[in-house]
């Protein structure tokens, strides 16, 4: 069996037979604020914990807000920067700083990636790309053809992938139709408002050489622990219990039924 990577929420290696395979490029996908990132940062932190050499670029979020985010969980990103563990590209704020994107190009992208490979060192790597689509923002029909080159381009350098890629919220059509298609496998984020309730999910919907789950999994973010798997979405409570008031018509109408059937 090909070698599987922790994602650091056990919960949801089980979901995909132990992890995600060694040199996968994975779609990360979904509405905002959903835990397409925070997601990503498990998968990091994983990696830091495990030795790999590990990149995180952030288009729409600072450096510093992704290390203020990952401090919130238990993570301190910062050290792992210090210690020449992980290199975070930032790719919005136009830093003048080595890690810094100064235009959203895919070769740009790429160019910045291998650098940061090479100084980290040889062997096992990951790669967070949040978001990938923003490369492709201006011009959607390129996202498929990007996807390859940074599938093609990457794997050369031993690298597993996390591609974040934003919903349009208006078509509910997946940003630059494309990614999806090249990845070989989709994580696929949701979010529902029930009850006044906002709920996240997530459902893997794409795992090649994975006998992986196919139940949509409530998810949450806690404070101090990150991205937490709540079970799945078919198997809660309040999914299949009845309110009692409408139980209550149930069992009153099979008594009024009853009592009209003939003896
Ligand atoms: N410390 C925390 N405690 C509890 N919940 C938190 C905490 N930090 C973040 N969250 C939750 O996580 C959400 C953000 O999730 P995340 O950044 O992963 O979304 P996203 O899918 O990446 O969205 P976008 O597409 O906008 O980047 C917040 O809206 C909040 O609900
Ligand atoms: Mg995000």
Redesign the pocket.
């Known amino acids: 069996m090909s070698e599987r990577l922790s994602t650091g929420i056990p919960e949801f290696d089980r979901l995909v037979g132990g992890g995600i395979p060694r040199s996968f490029l994975v779609a990360v996908t979904?509405?905002?604020?959903?835990?397409?990132?925070?997601?990503?940062?498990h998968f990091i932190a994983e990696g830091i914990k495990e030795g790999d050499r590990c990149i995180y670029v952030t288009t729409?979020?600072s450096r510093d807000s992704i290390i203020q985010?990952s401090a919130?969980?238990g993570i301190d990103f910062r050290r792992a920067v210090e210690g020449g563990r992980l290199i975070i590209v930032d790719a919005l704020m136009g830093l003048e700083d080595p890690w810094s994107l100064k235009s959203l190009e895919i070769d740009e992208l790429l160019n910045k990636v291998i650098e940061a490979k090479k100084t980290l060192g040889y062997g096992r790597a990951r790669l967070v790309i949040?978001?990938l689509s923003a490369f492709w923002l201006d011009k959607p029909a390129m996202a498929r053809r990007y996807s390859y080159t940074v599938k093609k381009v990457l794997t050369k350098w031993d690298f597993t992938v996390l591609a974040?890629s934003?919903y349009a919220i208006t078509t509910s059509d997946a940003f630059g139709f494309g990614v999806e298609h090249i990845a070989d496998g989709i994580i696929r984020?949701r979010r529902f408002v029930r009850g006044g309730v906002?709920r996240?999910y997530l459902l893997v919907e794409k795992m090649r050489q994975t006998p992986h789950s196919l139940v949509m999994q409530e998810v949450?973010?806690?404070?101090?622990r990150?991205?937490t798997l709540l079970g799945s979405a078919k198997q809660r409570r309040e999914d299949v219990a009845v309110p009692s008031k409408v139980s209550e018509k149930v069992i009153k109408a099979a008594e009024e039924r009853e009592k009209e059937m003939p003896p």
């Open positions: 979904g509405e905002p604020g959903t835990g397409k990132t925070v997601f990503s940062i729409e979020e985010q919130q969980f949040d978001s974040v934003q984020f906002l996240r949450t973010v806690l404070d101090g990150g991205l």
